[in-house]
């Protein structure tokens, strides 16, 4: 097999808002530096920043201080974030947010006094989330974007990465193995460093919320490498994604969080308004609350036609909702849906990944010269992610990242020479499916997110979450016998589709572990079995790695290094 | 209407392309990209297309349907099919990878010649500029800025369809937002790119961009004030 060997200095793997902020800081730190920044699809295109639609939580409002948002962050994620880390996302918010206004050219809406304009978002104690109307992440992306666009970097766009190559003296990463999408070959790019900001994405639920792009394909080279992932049990699920059925691509799609603030009710399929019966804050409840409600309704069998519930906004006046949600009445009324007047199902819908790799601060990790940002790191979030601290996460980390990759090459920098015998193990995974006949990829994928769904879900327990181990096992031996029936390696997404469950599959398993281990209730995580949340004072976090072939689970007490429970760092 | 006949381009680079026709089961919630995607997943393995957010905000899923370009994620069936029969092409104006994609590099290359990035004048150790939304220059910057660059107003355009250097819409609009940003240090700079060789006065008005775009910009409206200030500009008045 033909493999094209390319060298750089600084590779950055995707192109969201981690991917783009690390190649910027990389080459203002440098501009010297050779930076490629590869993408599974198009730079700045692919990815879920874009898709930002709330906003970002930054501690700049009169009155608002970095010690109440980082409390908002520690409590919302019920004590189980690194605290280093959380502090560091929150503390350095303020600068991103400035250097995206100042620097960047992004203009985030005003109040009629020419201040920066906070919205409210749920679970926090200040209004402190800047936004540009409900396109935050359009705003954010487009601007950063031409930002890199302007820079001398080598854009490898739709490249798919398949494998972390270690070096060959086990000091540290060597590079990137990829499959150039367009032409179907082979292309080991060896760098000093290597950024993973490919994104994460819980895209293994039949409803999930991510660019279809997304596949776990970082998290699931990482858990190779050798890197441990935290938190993998935290799966955040949005309490309204649009529902259209199995065969269309806008089901699991968000609509926005602001119709149940502005009053919009839930309805199930018996015309009852049943938010009542779960909590006194009936729609306006936290996403968690909200999500394993509509989820208990639809267990029940009290359904819609397509197996969710109504979003009613009638009530509201259909001018009013017009008038308030232009966006998302468009939007549903392209799918062939009217929003005022009622015709919109919705189920819950698996939105982010908490958990991931496990990090430092300056986004090293612990393999010298890898570095990861964005959603395919944990820690920050704990167990459970407050609405607008996504999207700073990912910059905030993205731009870390860039500064510590320049640091590290001025001071240590070296391209290493890589284990090829990796290489080769990874093309014999790719090829394989070209010397299978038959199977079918995406029944294979509807069962395994059937599966995710219904027993590694939003409601969990021991009994479901063992029966979704084995079936998982399964799934594994079928997924082998999958083959691609176009030897056509050129832009062959059903070759691409088929490596996407190599990724899914082996998450899949990392989150059903965690999940069975996690034996109490806590934010996103749910266990039937154990609902009362543990002594908050004895935390520990889920820690997951390979050896050999098999999973390994540790359980290490998180570090309360800055505040512990009980306590706060918000001076009255 | 119980199944629609669906022709699709397939092709390569640099080779002849063709129509290949499929028959696909017609369902109450389908959108383009679902049709696209079913006849990948069921009928021909081999189809190659792109798409990513599903949304309407990356603008990746963009093609050209029944002879108009188009976000495939958020067009219904309903709203382009003639008697259950759909024609699906890749963009127009830029070169073609394979079937249903197509190469967006000179798209944004152009959207670099027009002046298109911010330069600022304060940095990210300052505060945010205090900037009222009734400013009428920030107005007209609004105006445009929710561009998410898909290319579909570039696909519809016969200027650039003629002549390949010209910049097009997509770029001129966004330098239409810079020149009117206050904040921007390159404002001038912008403007000299933006009504320089290929720029806004290669425009001819037919409006086709503003027609086609799904947010409901009108960058004929931008490249029409682009003018504008050219002409004040050359009189000697700056921006």
């Not at chain 2, 425009?203 to 503003?210: D, E, K, L």
Request: net charge negative; aromatic share 6%; with cysteine.
């Amino acid at each position: 097999m033909e493999i094209e060997h390319i060298k750089t200095d600084v590779l950055i793997l995707g192109a969201g808002g981690a991917g783009l902020f690390a190649a910027l800081h990389a080459k203002q730190a440098n501009p010297d530096l050779d930076v490629t920044i590869a993408s599974k699809g198009l730079l700045g295109k692919s990815g879920c920043t874009r898709m930002v639609q709330g906003g970002y939580n930054v501690a700049l409002g009169p009155g608002d201080s970095v010690e109440r948002h980082f409390m908002d962050t520690i409590e919302g994620g019920k004590w189980l974030p690194r605290q280093d880390i959380a502090w560091t996302l929150i503390e350095t918010a303020v600068e991103r947010v400035q250097e995206l206004e100042n620097e960047l050219g992004c203009f985030f809406d005003r109040n009629p006094d020419g201040n920066l304009h906070f919205k409210a978002f749920a679970g926090q104690t200040y209004d402190r989330t800047v936004h540009k109307s409900d396109l935050t992440g359009i705003e954010i992306i487009g601007r950063l974007m031409e930002q890199v666009w302007a820079l001398d970097i080598n854009r490898l766009e739709e490249h798919r990465a398949i494998e972390l190559v270690p070096a060959k003296d086990g000091s540290g990463i060597a590079g990137v193995l990829m499959i150039d999408v367009r032409t179907g070959g082979y292309r080991f790019v060896q760098a000093q460093t290597v950024m993973l900001g490919t994104g994460g994405g819980p895209s293994m639920y039949r409803y999930h919320t991510p660019s279809g792009d997304k596949t776990c394909d970082g998290l699931d080279m990482a858990l190779r490498y050798g890197l441990k992932l935290r938190d993998m049990e935290m799966v955040q699920f949005h309490p309204t994604g649009l529902l259209g059925g199995p065969d269309t691509r806008m089901t699991g799609t968000v609509l926005e969080e602001g119709l149940r603030g502005a009053g919009g009710w839930l309805v199930n399929g018996e015309g009852e308004r049943f938010m009542e019966r779960y909590d006194p804050k009936l729609e306006r409840a936290t996403r968690d609350i909200v999500s394993r409600s509509i989820y208990s309704e639809m267990r029940e069998g009290r359904t819609t036609p397509q197996g969710g519930i109504y979003i009613h906004m009638e009530h509201m006046g259909p001018e009013k909702v017009e008038a308030m949600f232009p966006g998302m009445v468009k939007r549903c009324a392209d799918c062939g849906f009217s929003l005022p007047r009622n015709e919109v199902e919705i189920v819950p819908t698996a939105h982010y990944l908490m958990g991931g790799v496990e990090f430092e601060c300056d986004a090293s990790t612990v393999s010298p010269g890898l570095y990861a940002a964005g959603e395919d790191c944990g820690g920050a979030h704990g167990a459970n992610r407050l609405g607008g601290n996504g999207v700073a996460n990912s910059t905030v980390f993205g731009g870390i990242a860039g500064d510590s990759m320049a640091a590290f090459i001025a001071k240590e920098g070296i391209l290493r020479d890589p284990d090829t015998s990796m290489i080769d193990q990874a093309i014999a995974r790719c090829e394989k499916p070209f010397s299978v006949k038959g199977g079918n990829c995406h029944e294979l994928r509807e069962k395994l997110s059937n599966t995710m769904w219904d027993q590694v879900g939003i409601l969990r327990n021991e009994k479901d979450l063992e029966a979704a181990q084995e079936t998982l096992k399964t799934y594994q031996a079928e997924l082998s016998d999958i083959g691609i029936p176009i030897e056509d390696r050129r832009f062959n997404l059903t070759w691409h589709d088929r490596l996407n469950m190599d990724s899914l599959m082996s998450m899949s398993e990392v989150i059903t572990v965690a999940s069975l281990a996690r034996e109490d209730s806590r934010g996103a995580h749910f266990r039937e079995d154990f609902p009362e949340t543990g002594d908050l004072d004895k935390t520990n976090y889920t820690q997951i790695y390979l050896q050999g072939e098999e999973l390994k689970l540790e359980t290490p007490p998180v570090e309360f290094t800055h505040v512990s429970p009980g306590n706060t760092l918000i001076k009255e | 209407m119980t199944t629609l006949r669906v022709k699709i381009w397939r092709g390569n680079e640099n080779e002849e392309g063709e129509f290949q026709t499929f028959d696909v089961p017609a369902r109450e919630n389908q959108t383009i990209l679902d049709v696209v995607t079913e006849v990948q997943r069921v009928q021909e393995p081999g189809l190659s297309y792109r798409f990513a957010c599903r949304v309407g905000v990356c603008g990746s899923c963009a093609m050209t349907v029944n002879g108009k370009p188009r976000w495939t994620c958020r067009t219904h069936i309903n709203a382009v099919a003639k008697d259950g029969e759909i024609t699906i092409e890749p963009l127009r104006n830029m070169p073609v990878i394979k079937d249903l994609t197509c190469d967006m590099t000179e798209f944004f290359q152009k959207w670099q010649k027009a002046g298109g990035k911010f330069d600022g004048t304060i940095t990210r150790k300052d505060p945010v500029a205090t900037l009222p939304p009734s400013d009428l220059k920030r107005q007209k910057a609004d105006a445009g800025i929710e561009c998410i660059n898909c290319a579909v107003c570039y696909s519809a355009c016969d200027t650039v369809n003629w002549d390949s250097d010209y910049l097009g819409p997509a770029a001129l609009n966004r330098a239409w937002t810079l020149v009117n940003d206050e904040r921007a240090a390159n404002r001038q700079e912008v403007l000299d790119k933006a009504i320089g060789d290929s720029g806004c006065s290669s425009c001819h008005s037919q409006g086709n961009c503003t027609a086609a775009c799904p947010v409901g910009l009108s960058p004929s409206q931008s490249i029409h004030g682009l003018k504008r200030m050219s002409l004040l500009s050359f009189l000697g008045k700056g921006i």
